[in-house]
Every structure is written in C-alpha cells, then in structure tokens.
C-alpha cells in the first residue's frame, strides 16, 4: 500500500486559501487520492477523490501532478468551521482486498 | 439517507465485561469497515468486510475483538472481556464498492473500560 506523508499541522486565518500537501511517492497506477475531513467527537468525512490533474467540487479542490507522486488539497477562503484534521490515503479504488490506513492526519487551525 | 448509524453514542464498562457495539450501513453499500481512534494511536482498521464477508481482520488486536456481519444491514464488534486499554472511539465506516471508493462513517461510540 502506498504510504502518505503530510504535514502534522498548519495554521490559516480566516478568509485565506490553505493547501495541504501530501506525498505519496510509491503510488500504484491503479491507486486513487482521497481526501477526508474530521471534526472533533466526530468519524472522517469524505471531501475529495481523484487520479490525475484537478478535481474541483464545493468543498475544495485538489491538484495532482502528472507523476502523481504527491497531491494538494486547496480549501479556499476558509473559516473557523474548517478548524479539523485533514487526512490523505491513497489505495485502490476498484480492488476489495486494498485495505485504506489513515495516517496521523493534518491538524489545521483556522484563526480569527 | 440517516447515514451510518451506530449504537450506543457512548459505553462505559467495567473491566471483564462484554461490551458489543452495532452498526448499520447505509443501504445498498456493500463494503464495512471498523475503526478505532485513539490519540496514542490514530485511526487504526481493525477487520473489514465485503458483502457481509470477513475479508481481513488483521488489524483486531487479539482474540477479545470479534466481528460479525449477519447481514447486509448490520455489524456487530464485540469484546470480551473488556480492559481499560480498549477505551478508544470505534467508528464503523461504509463503502458502496470497492475500499476506496469514498467511506461514510458512523459518528462513531466512545468506550471507556474502567
């Protein structure tokens, strides 16, 4: 399984873009990029999936490379609400034996 | 959709009990999965099934942790006995195919073994 590396912690003010970027530089051809969110006393919520280039939805966007080898989760202009911890995994999105491992997450604070 | 549901919010148990968590998957998904959060140890899966069969269960720590899936609609993860180093948050999350194919989980049931 491809194994993620990202940020332990970032700090943001209100109103700013924040990328979060995460490397994964033993990724599999077949593998996709997933993004989660977490908010404290709560499980992870989807935020974004994608293979190559940008995917863009309403929550964020998220930037891939061509080599894939790393990716970047754009939240624009975010707000104290965004204060969570943002987790990048990496697997396989069609084949049922390849189990997903969260890492230790991102923690971002969104100042005032 | 209520989304994943899981029972009860939060336990507390001495040690030496049996403690049993449920969960139901949103409908139609055909993978679930079990979690445990803890601070020490991050989200950790411990068993997963697809299609109500138990694919892996490497991840249960040891012989206390069992896992069914009767089926389609419910999930059980139970431990006996129970000891304080269980005390964690256990999140059931579901998929509608494949693993990574975006979860949804459960608000998830903090126990705490005393």
């Known amino acids: 399984l491809a194994k993620t590396t990202q940020p332990i912690s970032m700090d943001s003010y209100e109103g700013q873009e924040v990328n979060i970027t995460c490397s994964h530089n033993n990724i599999a051809t077949n593998d996709y990029i997933t993004w989660y969110q977490q908010f404290p006393s709560q499980g992870p919520r989807f935020i974004i999936q994608?293979?190559?280039t940008k995917v863009t939805n309403e929550v964020a966007s998220l930037f891939i490379p061509a080599d894939r080898k790393s990716s970047t989760l754009s939240l624009p202009r975010v707000s104290l609400s965004d204060t969570a911890v943002y987790y990048c995994?990496?697997?396989?999105?069609?084949?049922?034996?390849?189990?997903?491992?969260f890492g230790g997450g991102t923690r971002l604070m969104v100042k005032p | 959709d209520a989304g994943v549901i899981q029972s009860p919010r939060h336990e507390v148990t001495e040690m030496g009990q049996e403690v049993t968590l449920r969960c139901k998957p949103i409908?139609?998904?055909?993978?679930l999965f079990w979690y445990r959060q803890t601070m020490m140890r991050g989200l950790e899966l411990l068993i997963y099934f697809n299609n109500n069969v138990p694919i892996d269960d490497s991840g249960m720590p040891e012989d206390r942790f069992s896992a069914k899936m009767p089926n389609a609609s419910f999930s059980t993860l139970k431990i006996q006995p129970s000891e304080p180093r269980d005390s964690a948050v256990y999140f059931c999350a579901s998929s509608p195919q494949g693993t990574n194919y975006g979860y949804t989980f459960g608000s998830g049931t903090r126990l705490t073994v005393v």
């Open positions: 994608g293979y190559k």
């Open positions: 409908s139609g998904h055909n993978s």
């Open positions: 995994l990496v697997g396989d999105r069609y084949n049922a034996g390849n189990m997903l491992t």
